[in-house]
Nanobody, 125 residues
């Protein structure tokens, strides 16, 4: 069973960039689709980006399309999410999640089986 821990959040000015990290332990990431999700105060959890288990598919929410990159470092068993040109509406707690799945990944949170604790991103001047 894989365990996940997100890190890298903090306070960023609008227009800045941030790279979030998701460290996996207990199992290699092979075979797992990985998703990044966020939840702002008073709002529902939102899928941000995902990458499929064979790394052939990546998807991004419309809200971050063109500003986000998701990547995997197999050697370190880590997944990264970089968001550029950050906006105040990107403020949220960001979490990573894993799902044993072959084929395209999904930005819907429900199918994901394993979740890490989130990291807070605040975008403010």
């Amino acid at each position: 069973e894989v365990q996940l821990q997100a890190s890298g959040g903090g306070l960023v000015q609008p227009g800045g960039s941030l790279r979030l990290a998701c460290a996996a332990s207990g199992s290699p990431l092979e075979g797992y689709a990985i998703g990044w999700f966020r939840q702002a105060p008073g709002k529902a959890r939102e899928g941000v980006s995902c990458i499929s288990s064979r790394r052939e598919y990546t998807y991004h929410a419309d809200s971050v399309q063109g500003r986000a990159t998701i990547s995997i470092d197999k050697g370190r068993n880590m997944v990264f999410l970089e968001i550029r040109d950050l906006k105040p509406e990107d403020t949220a707690v960001y979490s990573c999640a894993a799902q044993l799945r072959v084929g395209p990944c999904t930005l819907a949170p429900r199918p994901y089986d394993y979740w890490g604790q989130g990291t807070l991103v605040t975008v403010s001047a």
